[in-house]
């Protein structure tokens, strides 16, 4: 056992543990980190000590020692509206580097992570796979759903509605009062939910163990049951890279664009790639998604909350619909292969008792997840969109776009930042017909935080959700639904074509044939080779803004940050 042999190099360190309460029975003990996003900081991270206890008391009893470890997340629901939001992204980072630096400095046999949402989640994962240690995810599970199945997205299609006298405040507040009824991850296929869901697809969780209720039952089985497998991943050295490989990413991706996964899954999963060492393509997602049907019909792109998906069979029941499509031979942390732990579901009775929590509601299974004969879409919900705007790509989630917004020319309207844009939407200035660009809000710029509000502001107004676009090289919420288009890279700090836009340019989006380019200037079409000259002209004089971040964090993050399009890494 490496933690046994560290005892031999560092013999100060069982005076510490002792003084720190270990007994001389537990420092021969084999010793697991149990590693956990706990805090007080938002519904996702708040109950997850329990999990934390839960662990450590089963480790007691098969005689291992299991040592606490925490590194807090931010709420990305709380840092909407202000600056907040530029420290998101950049904290995944900081947490992966926080979680090796603690299990490296004093190395264990192996580490349970037990975390929710948006960046704990992708965080986690990147560290198990940089640590490279026999490790399991657990997931901490979704909230339940409000009145009428109320869930916190809406709250920004809500808050819209309440700037544009749609809705009383009265009314306005008695939904915000009620759309996070319990702890857990926000109950819609966001970030948070779809890597949960990433986290399982990869292999990394028990078969069946993301997405479940966070306040129930079913969920302290799972922490138990993953406590007691990682011992056996322990004795067999079966570590992240063992299981997490090519082929487990196509598998994850697959799944992806089963569930309409959030946009934010393209930053997230090069960069966990990267940790293993290899590049994982954004153009491997567009062809992934164009051959998966989307079948999963829950929020943001469907009709139902998160909660009823582990009810209606979960990630084994999207694996099961597009089974013929999987790498059933890659390895999972069951210590089974994808294929063994479908078959074992089907005969235990996995799918009869999610499907028995259904009846209270009123709902089939089939209604959740489509058979893949039904789907919602012949096509998974990303496309990669590339062109003059965005030569090195750009990302959208077309399942929430109008079939007339798949293919039309608009005229661009140019902001330098989010609230400008907001404000022009909100006040009417933008028309139907509108390409809204928001810029210099990619991870260089501003440590690429979500547009959320403009877009819920566009997708809100009946007159400009199918006649008006916004791109940006900032990115998205999970939650973001409407014509959206985001990561377009090279992000505008560097100069890319997205900084050289003007007003009036006319900008053409082609979802079929996966581009985004400028073709005219002043409301006039131009040949191709006229455009050419137009951006070269342009970027001659293009000036490159200062860094508005002189020191801390965001000052290093943006001066070191990758492209969005390669992860956002450093």
């Not at 999207?318 to 579901?345: A, C, Q």
């Amino acid at each position: 056992m490496k933690s046994q042999k560290i005892r031999e190099l560092a013999p100060e360190m069982d005076s510490l543990r002792i003084g720190a309460g270990w007994t001389k029975k537990e420092l021969a003990m084999p010793q697991v980190a149990i590693e956990s996003s706990f805090g007080d900081s938002h519904p996702g991270s708040v109950h997850l000590n329990k999990f934390v206890e839960i662990a450590r008391e089963t480790l007691k009893e098969i005689n291992v020692k299991g040592s606490r470890f925490y590194c807090t997340d931010m709420c990305d629901g709380q840092a909407q509206g202000h600056d907040g939001m530029n420290f998101s992204l950049a904290s995944r980072n900081v947490m992966c580097d926080m979680i090796e630096t603690q299990l490296s400095a004093t190395p264990f046999d192996g580490a349970l992570f037990i975390t929710s949402c948006d960046k704990s989640m992708p965080a986690r994962l990147m560290a198990a796979c940089r640590l490279d240690i026999p490790s399991i995810i657990i997931p901490g599970g979704v909230m339940k759903s409000g009145p009428g199945m109320l869930t916190l997205e809406q709250i920004g299609m809500y808050s819209a509605h309440y700037e544009q006298g749609k809705i009383t405040k009265e009314k306005f507040d008695s939904l915000r009062e009620s759309a996070c009824p319990t702890c857990g991850s926000c109950s819609f296929i966001g970030t948070a939910a779809t890597m949960q869901i990433m986290a399982e697809a990869l292999g990394l969780t028990l078969p069946g163990a993301s997405i479940r209720i966070a306040v129930s039952n079913e969920l302290e089985q799972v922490t138990k049951d993953s406590a007691i497998s990682l011992m056996s991943l322990i004795e067999k050295d079966i570590v992240p890279s063992k299981i997490v490989t090519q082929k487990a990413f196509e598998n994850a991706i697959m799944v992806h664009a089963a569930i309409a996964g959030s946009s934010n899954t393209l930053i997230h999963m090069p960069a966990i790639a990267h940790e293993l060492g290899f590049k994982l393509d954004a153009d491997l997602f567009d062809q992934i998604h164009r051959k998966i049907p989307w079948l999963l019909n829950c929020r943001p792109s469907g009709k139902y909350p998160a909660e009823l998906f582990i009810y209606s069979g979960g990630v084994p029941g999207i694996m099961r619909e597009i089974k013929e499509y999987l790498h059933l031979d890659e390895l999972t942390v069951s210590g089974k292969t994808v294929g063994e732990n479908l078959d074992e579901l089907e005969k235990n009775g996995f799918y009869n008792d999610c499907y028995k929590n259904l009846a209270p509601y009123g709902i089939k299974p089939e209604d959740v997840i489509r058979p893949a004969k039904n789907p919602l879409n012949e096509e998974g919900a990303i496309a990669i969109l590339k062109g003059n705007i965005a030569p090195l790509g750009s990302v959208t989630k077309h399942s929430a776009i109008a079939k007339e917004m798949q293919q039309v020319t608009l005229k661009a309207r140019v902001f330098e930042s989010e609230e400008e844009a907001l404000k022009a939407v909100l006040s009417k200035e933008i028309k139907p017909g509108d390409a809204v660009f928001i810029r210099c809000e990619g991870p260089k710029g501003s440590g690429m935080p979500e547009m959320f509000y403009t877009t819920e502001a566009i997708a809100s107004d009946a007159e400009l959700i199918s006649t008006t676009a916004l791109i940006t090289d900032g990115r998205f919420s999970g939650a973001t639904r409407g014509p959206a288009i985001g990561h377009v890279s090279p992000e505008a700090v560097e100069g890319g074509p997205i900084a050289l836009i003007e007003d009036d340019d006319l900008i053409r989006i082609d979802i079929p044939g996966r581009r985004l380019d400028l073709i005219g200037v002043n409301g006039v079409p131009k040949e191709a080779s006229e455009i050419h000259i137009i951006l070269k002209n342009r970027k001659s004089n293009w000036v490159a803004p200062e860094n508005k971040f002189k020191k801390g964090l965001l000052a290093r993050f943006t001066k070191s940050v990758s492209s969005a399009m390669d992860g956002a890494i450093q």
